[in-house]
């Protein structure tokens, strides 16, 4: 029995030690748990409902000004138009945009106007293109790069057709004086050929043969 009693003294310390290390043991593993599992449980998806309405909102926003036609595109595409167009089919335009007040009628009108390709058309054609660069709108703001590129190429065109033109009338005039000149060399050929019969026998014209003076008495 004191045996007995020795072994059960001996090993009841033990057996308690060995439950407190297991019991310490045990708790990290329940402490390093919980990082693991709280992560899921806090990241909640709750916002995402907010950027799926500001995304289709850009999105439709994107969509409607891509759907609108760009109004560089609207003249150019008018221009390509317009010179395809007969005589009578100007005419025609040309007084439907007579009276033009918005920026793309008078655009219109100056593309208009330049395919006469007449000096007055020409001049009208800048008038219009400068009320079009007074106008400080935005749809004539949209519009101003290319009226300033089509006003300084109908000024380059008008100068060109000026020099032309006084080119073309000196050429005339050299060739007015060429005709005059050649005529009178005719009528000088014409009035030798006439003087030719009535020539003396050694061949000299009457009128340029000086008069003998008559001879004195004896």
């Known amino acids: 029995m004191p045996r007995n009693r020795f072994r059960c003294t001996h090993w009841l310390p033990l057996t308690a030690a060995l439950l407190l290390a297991g019991c310490s043991l045990q708790m990290p593993q329940h402490r390093s748990e919980e990082p693991f599992l709280l992560p899921p449980a806090q990241s909640t998806v709750v916002n995402p409902t907010v950027p799926p309405a500001s995304v289709s909102m850009a999105t439709a926003r994107s969509v409607s000004q891509g759907d609108a036609t760009p109004p560089v595109s609207t003249v150019l595409a008018y221009a390509d138009r317009v010179r395809g167009m007969a005589p009578a089919e100007l005419v025609l335009e040309l007084s439907r945009l007579s009276d033009a007040r918005s920026p793309m009628e008078q655009m219109q009108l100056a593309l208009v106007l330049a395919q006469h390709r007449q000096p007055p058309e020409m001049i009208r054609a800048q008038d219009a293109l400068t009320r079009l660069l007074a106008n400080a709108s935005p749809d004539a703001l949209a519009l101003h790069p290319l009226a300033r590129l089509l006003a300084n190429r109908f000024g380059e065109q008008r100068r060109f057709e000026d020099a032309l ?17 050649t005529e009178r060399l005719e009528a000088l050929k014409a009035m030798e050929r006439s003087l ?20 004195n008495p004896p």
């Open 196 to 215: 030719g019969g009535q020539s003396d026998p050694k061949g000299r014209s009457p009128a340029l043969t000086a008069p003998r003076r008559p001879s």
């Open 165 to 181: 033109d006084k080119q073309t009338q000196q050429t005339r005039d050299t060739q007015r004086r060429l005709e005059q000149t």
